[in-house]
């Protein structure tokens, strides 16, 4: 009878999610929360006291990680935001080409889906690899976007 059920487990995921809940008033400056869908880092945060009626409310204002946009929020303290899982990863890197960077992995295989950033941080990056110099590249990945924000030459 089990014959005839055939499993196809083709995706691979580590089942980490994107993102995780926590209270409004458990988020700090510099942390990290999800405004309009978008990662972001918090740089302004204020509570205001509670209404007659209500709740304490919090205005948040936060940067995307990625694109640097401000975007604002206001939420009730003791509602759940989600939290983006930011990770950061710092990899050698071998070659800049047609717009992305080929990176190299702990195990030495290459990475080759990060795009050049844009920008001040792209041209700098483009001119001291090609001026010979060893890099490692930061690579910073939130909720499925991966995007390189700094980079520094390689200790001799």
Not at 2 to 7: L, V, Y
Not at 129 to 145: C, D, H, P, W, Y
């Amino acid at each position: 009878m089990s014959d005839e059920h055939e499993h196809n487990f083709e995706s691979v995921d580590a089942g980490a999610s994107k993102t995780f809940p926590m209270q409004c008033s458990a988020l700090r400056k510099n942390g990290h929360v999800v405004i309009k869908n978008r990662p972001c880092k918090i740089i302004e945060m204020t509570t205001s006291k509670t209404g007659k009626h209500g709740h304490a409310k919090v205005h948040l204002v936060g940067t995307d990680i990625f694109t640097g946009r401000k975007y604002e929020d206001l939420c009730p303290s003791t509602h759940n935001m989600d939290v983006p899982n930011v990770t950061r990863q710092d990899y050698a890197l071998l070659n800049i080409d047609d717009g992305y960077l080929s990176l190299m992995l702990t195990d030495g295989s290459t990475k080759d889906d990060v795009k050049l950033p844009e920008g001040e941080i792209g041209e700098k990056l483009e001119e001291d690899f090609e001026e010979g110099k060893e890099l490692i590249v930061s690579v910073v990945s939130a909720m499925g976007e991966e995007h390189c924000l700094s980079h520094k030459e390689a200790p001799k």
